[in-house]
Every structure is written in C-alpha cells, then in structure tokens.
C-alpha cells in the first residue's frame, strides 16, 4: 500500500476528524455527526483476476450509530488523479456494503454513502455517472439505474468552503482554498490535534519536501501550521543573517526580512532555505519577487 494512502486513512480514521469531513461536505459544517457515534467499520470484497481472487478494501468506514442503532454507513475514498472507473468502483464498495448487511441479517436495513475526496490538480468533470462511462440506448433508458458518486474537489475548494470544517482535515483544505483562490497561503494559527499525521500527509498531497523536514522538530506543547512553518523561517533568517555582510549589514537584514515574508505568503519555503545559503540565488529571488 503506498505510503500516502496510509498516511489518509490514519488521520481521517480519527473520529473527530471523519465527522468533520462528514459535516463539512453533507451538513454545510454543522455538528450534525458527532465522534462519538462512530464506530470503525470493515469492508472487504473480493472478485477475480485473470485467475487469481483480489481483494477490493474501502480507504475509510465508518458506521454512523445512535443508541446503538445503525444510521449509516458511510465511506471515504480518497483520490490524487481522476479514475474514469470510479463509479464502478464505487458500486463495489457500496454494494460490498449491502451485501454484509444481508449476511449479518441486521433487523434493519441502513443507507451505504461515499464521498470521493479528490486532490488532483486537473477539473474532474466527467465520469461521475455510470452515464459518464456508457451508451444507453433510448429504450433502455427507462430501466437503466444511473448510479452516481459523490465527487468534492478539493484542489477547487473556495476559501469560504474550506472554513466550514474545524478539525485538523481544515488545516488541510485551507491550503488548498488559498492555492486555489489567491495563489498565496498564509498557514492558521489553529493548533493541531494530531501534528505528525497532518504533516505527513500534507507532504504527500503538496510534494512540498518542507513537510518532512518539519516532522523532526520538537516544539512541544501546543503547535499551529503557522508555528511549524516559522520554524523554518526563523532557521532561515538565522541563516542568512550569519551571511548578511554578502548584501550589506543594515540594507541586507531589511530586505531579507520582506523577502522571508513574501516566501512564506508563497509557501516558497524551500526556495527561503535555498536563499539562505546562496547569495546568487537570494539575490535571484529577490529580483524575481521586486524586493527592494
């Protein structure tokens, strides 16, 4: 399993987290699913491949329960580029899901939902209808069920969206919004919950090499986004600072601080550690951002 998958499910294994995705994307942000009436759910099928049975596992399940009773069931499965199968997939998943039911002979039956969360750069317009992937007929049309996914988009989020979910999946998509919206990211000063799993799975999700470097620092105590992200400024500009005489004493840390405040705006923090090595490459950003 790859790395990045696994760093999704364990942090929107978290129950408070799920329920934040849930009422984020269904509820339009309000409490409507609580951690507590979720309970961890596994569901596995298996079909066959060229002779050899494979098995077909959701990325994250949880059952959705009130005085012990079965609400729903709902699924996520998370997506980095666009699958024309998808809704095929999803079918699967769902009807794995129903098929348990009959073989557990619950009393009562309760409601399969997924929602594909996509991070992928390009617009998924298409496939997210069985329609999207086939010709029906005219005469078929009337008995032709189309089975529809639930598609959020979360590279195309809007700023406002992105403010509806408050666990630590919102640090997440609040990157993304500001990408998205201002081309810029100013990280939130909201503390963190679970600081390493969000940090490993923004690595994954940006290919931002900062992520990683972050993991290995110690703050301790209660740390933000924008604490974890000042670390590398502060390393930076003390960095820099032992250079500063390349550019001029007094002239040099001026502009090295407008210059660390635009990266960051950026979220060019790689391009601020580079800088602060290479006078050439300093110099290069700074006439490349019009600092002076």
């Known amino acids: 399993m790859a790395e990045k998958d696994v760093t999704q499910k364990i942090l929107e294994a978290k129950p408070d987290v799920f329920a934040d995705i849930v009422n984020g994307f269904l509820f339009n ?7 507590e ?19 077909l596992e959701r990325d994250v399940s949880m059952i959705w329960q009130n005085n012990k009773i079965n609400i729903a069931c709902i699924g996520i499965e998370n997506q980095s580029s666009k699958d024309k199968s998808m809704p095929l997939r999803v079918i699967a998943y ?12 619950v009393d009562n039956y309760y409601p399969v939902i997924t929602l594909v969360l996509y991070y992928g750069a ?20 009337p008995y032709f069920n189309d089975y529809k996914i639930n598609l959020f988009d979360l590279s195309h989020m809007a700023i406002a969206d992105a403010k509806k979910f408050t ?3 919102g640090a997440i998509v609040d990157y993304f919004a500001q990408i998205n919206e201002t081309k810029d990211y100013n990280p939130s000063t909201k503390i963190l919950d679970y600081p390493e799993e969000t940090l490993r799975l923004m690595k994954y999700l940006t290919k931002d090499a900062k992520y990683e470097q972050l993991l290995s620092y110690e703050k301790g105590g209660q740390v ?18 032992a250079r500063g005489e390349a550019i001029g004493e007094a002239r040099g840390k001026e502009l090295y601080a407008k210059l ?11 391009d601020l550690l580079l800088a602060a090595d290479d006078t050439s490459y300093r110099e290069a950003l700074m006439k490349e951002l019009a600092i002076q």
């Not at 933000?224 to 600072?241: C, F, H, I, P, T």
């Open 260 to 270: 660390t405040k635009k990266l960051i705006q950026l979220g060019r923090t790689n």
């Open 224 to 241: 933000s986004m924008y604490d974890y992200l000042q670390v590398l400024s502060d390393k930076a500009e003390a960095r820099g600072e």
């Open 37 to 55: 009436e979720l309970k961890l759910s596994f569901s596995i099928s298996s079909y066959e491949d060229k002779g050899k049975f494979r098995s």
């Open 167 to 169: 666990s630590d999946f």
């Open 94 to 105: 769902d009807g794995a899901e129903y098929k348990k039911q009959i073989n557990d002979n």
């Open 29 to 35: 942000g309000d409490s409507v699913i609580k951690p």
């Open 122 to 141: 390009d617009l998924w317009e298409n496939y997210q209808a069985l329609s999207d992937l086939m010709h029906v007929p005219n005469n078929l049309k």
